[in-house]
């Protein structure tokens, strides 16, 4: 195996290389600014590597044709950004209670609706939990540079495949269309859905009761076992089923997968936070300016950490909890109204201020915005 | 193979009403099924949301129950991931020429490799017979109480039009007719539609003075005519007439076959796809 060396790229082919390291053979999609460049490099690569691209007539079919190819036993991805996320709230629904691993990357951009067409923003973070309707867990990842974006990706992937979920990797406009240098190395995990190990007439698709982790095997269509998908109410079979208890155990279960592997799922990464008396805490493209608001800051002797949140959903309330519990206050960039910030406001105890730089301008926060906040903090 | 085998007698009763076409189409569906010898391995039933669409609860091949409308998309990609699989399309006419109009459209136009049976009964028969993109003019649904003032769409002819090679339509009390014809789209390598048109007596029915499945039958036969009889006519005399028998039947390269040509140019460095 050759080590790869560093490559000068943008965001968006970091993350379509990535997607293709994961085993991804299958994209579906519907182009939209600021994610296009995924759909365009997938439709030269995936053929290459004997996989398949198909441009979808909208966003709805796009999400449903990558669910039906995953079912049918292949690693599948769209992307999209905020008019295109929201058309596919309705089918995520069905990778949801279906259970059919995916990634879905949405390249956050201003809204709402069409909004300012090709602006950043990071306005989706509340969309990506709750878009699609009924009680339900989700994992969403948010790279912060162009190598994250290769690295997440394969992370999406494999979490994707472990858990039997949908796996929103939420970048935006800034991280997508950004270059920088970053290693396509091979990657150190991929993981594969666990297949059925039972005789034919055995075998439920939705039986993970007593399982590892609780993740039920999934055979592909095609496979030696009968395999029934089933977006409505059903039992472990997959059959139509209208009883009570059963809803109350599934519907449980879409969310309780996810609490029960959080230590797995959940990723932060902390910067000089050991002495801070102040933290950043902060997600994607914001990352960057909180980063370099870090250094002037220590540099004026303020004792400022960063914590970034890697995963966003489940969201990293034990991480944040403790930072906010060492901390005299903590600052929370983000391009949207306060979404993450409402979060950290749950787990925040009052002896630790907690405030929002915000923008919903389009323009990235500076690092002088938080370097400001922080100032007048620390006086 | 018997085409018992496909049916999943444990769980019957049918959910549907008595006299509705439903379950004569499922017969036919499965006695096709059986006639090609399908592995139940090997064939995935994708079904949409409605009264029909509930059809793959009673089936014993692999299933795809998702979302109203959508099962043609959901069905894309499970043909193109692996393109052994027979992939048959069930869905209503709400389901399939009404909230998924344009999948229907595109997947006719793009010929995915898959085999669409829609039954057509006018209306929407799960949400208590409201008016669909078919419902007929002047109809009484629940949502047109004085009478329905939009057209409803020829579906046939919508496939026609947006490239599907294989159409056919036939009526729910035609059971070799729809054996017929299902049998000859699943042998179809391409997009293949055979619409059903069936009695709806609890909704349709009802709301336009016939009662039962045989009212509603007459009324189809009193306005079907053969394709052979159909070229005997002009255009005002086929308004309002329902031509049964294969519309088209005519040979199409399906996305899939032109697409592994794509991945062998891709593979050989080539920027043509000859
Ligand atoms: C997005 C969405 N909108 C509305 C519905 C409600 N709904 C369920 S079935 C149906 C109509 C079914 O009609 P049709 O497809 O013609 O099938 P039929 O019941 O007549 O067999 C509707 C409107 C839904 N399930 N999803
Ligand atoms: S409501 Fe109409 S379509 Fe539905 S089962 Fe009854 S007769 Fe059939």
Redesign the interface.
């Known amino acids: 195996m050759t080590l790869k060396k560093n490559i000068f790229a943008m965001g968006n082919e970091a993350i379509t290389e990535g997607a293709l390291a994961a085993g991804a053979r299958f994209y579906a999609g519907y182009p939209i600014t600021p994610s296009s460049e995924i759909a365009e490099r997938s439709s030269i690569r995936l053929p290459q590597l004997g996989g398949m691209f198909v441009q979808m007539e909208d966003e709805i079919g796009s999400i449903a044709a990558v669910i039906g190819a995953s079912a049918a036993g292949v690693k599948s991805y769209t992307a999209t950004s905020g008019p295109g996320f929201s058309l596919m709230q309705e089918n995520l629904g069905v990778a949801v209670m279906g259970e059919i691993p995916c990634v879905i990357v949405n390249v956050q951009r201003s809204g709402p609706s069409t909004g300012l067409a090709t602006k950043p923003a990071q306005g989706d973070v509340m969309q990506a939990k709750w878009g699609t309707h009924g009680d339900h867990g989700i994992i969403a990842l948010s790279p912060s540079s162009v190598q994250e974006c290769y690295d997440l990706t394969i992370r999406a992937f494999n979490l994707a495949e472990l858990y039997r979920t949908p796996v929103i990797l939420l970048a935006d406009e800034i991280i997508g269309h950004m270059r920088e240098g970053y290693c396509p190395h091979l990657p150190k995990e991929i993981i594969e859905r666990k297949k059925p190990l039972c005789a034919n007439r055995d075998y439920k698709p939705y039986d993970f009761c007593g399982e590892e982790n609780e993740i039920a095997p999934l055979a592909a269509f095609g496979s030696e076992y009968i395999t029934r998908i089933n977006g409505s109410g059903h039992d472990e079979s997959g059959n139509a089923c209208g009883r009570l208890d059963n809803a109350d155990k599934f519907i449980r279960h879409y969310h309780e997968k996810f609490q029960k592997n959080r230590d797995d799922i959940i990723e932060t990464k902390s910067f000089d936070l050991q002495d801070a008396e102040y933290a950043i805490i902060t997600f994607g493209c914001s990352v960057r300016s909180g980063k370099a608001a870090l250094k002037l800051a220590r540099q004026k002797g303020i004792k400022v950490g960063l914590l970034q949140l890697v995963t966003i959903w489940p969201f990293p309330y034990e991480q944040v909890a403790k930072i906010c519990e060492q901390v005299q206050g903590v600052v929370v960039p983000e391009m949207n109204l306060g979404q993450i910030q409402g979060e950290i406001r749950k787990v925040c105890p009052t002896h630790c201020s907690l405030w929002g730089i915000n923008r919903v301008d389009s323009q990235m926060i500076t690092p002088y915005e938080i370097l400001a906040k922080l100032e007048e903090a620390a006086i | 193979m018997n085409y018992m085998d496909y049916l999943k007698t444990q769980?019957f009763p049918l959910f549907w009403c008595g006299g509705c076409g439903n379950g004569a189409v499922l017969g036919a569906i499965v006695r096709s099924f059986a006639a090609l010898c399908y592995s139940?391995?090997?064939t995935?039933v994708?079904t949409g949301?409605g009264c029909w669409g509930?059809a793959?609860?009673y089936v014993?091949?692999?299933?795809?129950?998702?979302?109203h409308g959508?099962a043609l998309?959901?069905?894309?990609?499970?043909?193109?991931?692996?393109p052994?699989?027979q992939v048959v399309v069930l869905m209503g006419d709400g389901d399939g020429v009404t909230i998924g109009g344009?999948?229907f459209i595109?997947a006719a136009r793009?010929n995915v490799d898959v085999t669409a049976i829609l039954v057509n009964n006018y209306n929407y028969g799960m949400t208590g017979g409201q008016y669909s993109g078919s419902t007929p003019l002047n109809s009484i649904t629940s949502t047109s109480r004085y009478g329905h003032i939009e057209e409803g769409f020829d579906i046939c002819q919508l496939a026609i039009a947006a490239g599907a090679p294989f159409v056919a339509r036939t009526s729910s009390d035609d059971p070799l007719a729809m054996q017929r014809f299902i049998t000859a789209g699943l042998n179809k390598k391409g997009f293949s539609l055979i619409e059903v048109i069936a009695p709806c007596p609890t909704h349709f029915g009802k709301n336009n003075g016939m009662r039962n499945a045989a009212d509603l039958m007459k009324w189809v036969k009193e306005r079907s005519i053969s394709v052979a009889r159909a070229h005997t006519m002009n255009e005002e005399e086929l308004a309002l007439k329902l031509i049964m028998g294969i519309l088209t039947d005519t040979e199409r390269e399906d996305?899939g076959s032109k697409?592994s040509r794509?991945?062998a140019?891709?593979?050989e460095g080539r920027r043509d796809i000859k």
């Not at chain 2, 014993?60 to 129950?65: D, M, P």
């Not at chain 2, 998309?73 to 692996?82: C, M, P, Q």
């Open positions: 769980d139940k391995e090997e995935v994708v949301i509930k793959d609860d014993t091949t692999n299933s795809f129950h998702g979302t959508r998309a959901f069905a894309t990609g499970i043909k193109l991931a692996n052994k699989l344009n999948h595109h793009r996305y697409y794509v991945i140019a891709a593979q």
